[in-house]
């Protein structure tokens, strides 16, 4: 290693560090670009271990900035690295566990399952009860959050046991609280109500009141979600009282939004908004631009659910003005959803347009890829219920353009349909077939061999559209089978079974064979009576002399 790269490396490293143990908020993006450099020049230098180390800090800084995707990912970038070194189980079990909570936080719970269980492995290997303990508890987090009661509960009770040897008071609280989670999830409500009160008494025992006070609101969580109103709010009541005596008055305000919320889920608007301007009252005078964000997108929803449309998106543009002044994007994107989706119910094109347009915008930064396809997805489809054809066949291409992901499938699919369906209209048959054949070809591959009947109302459809545009390019050989494919797959549609009906005669027809088109105009007609349908039957008998 040259003097010159040893010393850039360092350096990039000290500045890295330094940043995340003294700055905050926005200030800690800094502190990527140096650790990342590190981790690059150690590797020019051929010292993969350093660089894994490297990647070890900036999955701790990403997961300090709330960044926990990119966090997963420096996690496992280090663990690959020390999976393959000598001597370092060690290092390797932090990295797995790291990846395995940063997983967890963005809701890839199997693969946090996978790197918690090798990071358990590691431990065992290198029989550090310690270590071994907390990692069995992350992986008790996981597991309760997969849904696996039992193994979540047997992870949580094997780590108690070595917390409370070893009188790890912080830890033994928080593996109280997981085996009041796994209790609840197996409907031992009792054992959950003596878990959680055990952890919420051990962390006020600690001296950590908040800790005690965030056990209490996750149980009251529980109880809303078991329909047990009262029981929740009198439990959020308790939050409460440690709140005010701590003279707290953020977290006052953040538990008045919980109970605000347990309120709606009991049917009770009045009160719920009672307690959501509580909370922005408390908020703003903190001049805390999230809280005040957060009420003001609850007030907006108790008002939208009400009827009264023009007050919701008026607290809404102020919850979303609040969001962009704290500067989290999540709260921004989900201001602009609810404004979105207001503005579309009641058919405010031109706003729900530019609505959309900045919620995009948000979605790229936030690195939400699937929700940003999904949005220009309706965009298009505004862009046509407008009559806009342009803009809409505009959208579509950039769709499929950037659907390139195993995950963009769904969107690409329905770009491919959408925009074939324009271009028929338009009577480009020949492009709309290709893209008719697309969708076909893709939604059969993604769909399950056990089809929904959804689904097989689309398939049947895109089979008649793509048989239709193969009747107008003068293909009725193709058109056939692809009016024999929609009829097969149609269940109890039958006004969709007598258009492919009459298709499959016109196709007959085209090749001369009138015998199979009278039969198949004869069917499509006795199905439309069937229906009492007398007008499609009498245009169908007409136009074929029957």
């Known amino acids: 290693m040259s003097k010159e790269l040893e010393a850039k490396a360092h350096n990039e490293r000290r500045l890295g560090l330094l940043i995340m143990e003294n700055k905050s908020g926005p200030a800690l993006a800094g502190g990527v670009t140096h650790l990342r450099a590190a981790a690059e020049a150690f590797a020019e230098a051929g010292w993969p271990a350093r660089k894994a180390?490297?990647?070890?800090h900036l999955g701790k800084l990403h997961t300090k900035r709330g960044c926990h995707q990119e966090a997963a990912n420096a996690f496992d970038e280090s663990a690959i690295i020390l999976d393959n070194s000598d001597n370092a189980e060690k290092e390797a079990s932090d990295a797995h566990a790291g990846a395995g909570c940063a997983l967890r936080a963005v809701g890839k719970i199997e693969e946090s399952i996978e790197h918690l269980r090798q990071a358990l492995h590691l431990s065992t290997k290198l029989n550090d009860l310690l270590r071994k303990a907390e990692h069995q508890m992350e992986l008790a987090d996981s597991l309760i959050v997969h849904g696996?009661?039992?193994?979540?509960?047997?992870?949580?009770?094997?780590?108690?046991?070595v917390f409370t040897d070893y009188k790890q008071g912080t830890d033994r609280a928080?593996?109280?609280?997981?085996l009041?989670?796994?209790?609840?999830?197996?409907?031992?409500?009792?054992q959950a109500a003596v878990h959680f009160e055990a952890s919420a008494t051990a962390n006020m025992e600690l001296g950590r009141r908040f800790e005690a006070a965030e056990t209490l609101s996750h149980y009251a969580d529980l109880q809303a979600k078991r329909g047990e109103y009262e029981r929740a709010l009198s439990t959020l009541d308790r939050c409460l009282e440690i709140h005010k005596q701590d003279h707290n008055r953020a977290l006052t305000a953040a538990t008045e939004r919980l109970k605000g919320m347990v309120h709606g889920q009991a049917g009770d608007q009045s009160k719920a908004l009672r307690s959501f301007r509580t909370s922005l009252e408390l908020s703003k005078a903190l001049k805390d631009h999230q809280g005040t964000a957060r009420s003001l997108y609850l007030i907006g929803g108790v008002e939208n659910k009400q009827g009264d449309v023009s007050a919701a998106l008026e607290t809404l543009q102020k919850s979303l003005a609040a969001a962009e002044d704290s500067g989290d994007l999540k709260l921004k994107e989900r201001a602009l959803a609810a404004i979105a989706k207001i503005q579309r119910r009641c058919e405010m094109h031109d706003e729900v347009l530019d609505t959309m347009h900045n919620w995009v915008e948000v979605l790229r930064e936030l690195g939400e890829r699937q929700d940003l396809l999904r949005v220009l997805g309706t965009m298009a489809t505004i862009?046509?219920?407008?009559?806009?054809?342009?803009?809409?066949?505009?959208?579509l291409r950039r769709l499929i353009s950037v659907c390139t992901e195993p995950g963009d499938e769904a969107e690409?699919?329905?770009?491919?349909?959408?925009?074939?369906?324009?271009?028929?209209?338009?009577?480009?048959?020949?492009?709309a077939g290709e893209h008719y054949r697309q969708a076909l070809l893709g939604y059969r591959s993604l769909f399950d061999d056990e089809r929904s009947k959804e689904q097989n109302?689309?398939?049947?459809?895109?089979?008649?559209?793509y048989a239709s545009a193969l009747i107008r390019e003068n293909d009725p050989n193709q058109a056939l089978e692809q009016f024999d494919a929609a009829l097969s797959t149609i269940e109890q549609d039958e006004n969709q079974r007598a258009r492919a009906l009459v298709g499959m005669g016109n196709a007959h027809r085209m090749l001369g064979d009138e015998g199979s088109a009278r039969h198949c105009f004869d069917q499509a007609a006795a199905v439309c009576e069937q229906q009492g349908d007398v007008r499609a039957t009498s245009i169908i008998r007409k136009a074929t002399g029957g």
Do not use: F
């Open 174 to 178: 928080r593996c109280l609280e997981l």
């Open 383 to 395: 862009h046509q219920e407008r009559g806009a054809v342009v803009e809409a066949e505009a959208h």
């Open 412 to 431: 690409r699919l329905y770009a491919h349909h959408g925009l074939a369906v324009l271009l028929s209209k338009r009577m480009e048959h020949t492009e």
């Open 148 to 161: 696996s009661g039992d193994d979540g509960r047997d992870a949580a009770e094997a780590a108690l046991k």
């Open 180 to 190: 009041g989670r796994a209790s609840a999830l197996l409907n031992d409500h009792d």
């Open 53 to 56: 180390e490297c990647l070890l």
């Open 457 to 465: 109302k689309l398939l049947a459809t895109l089979h008649y559209q």
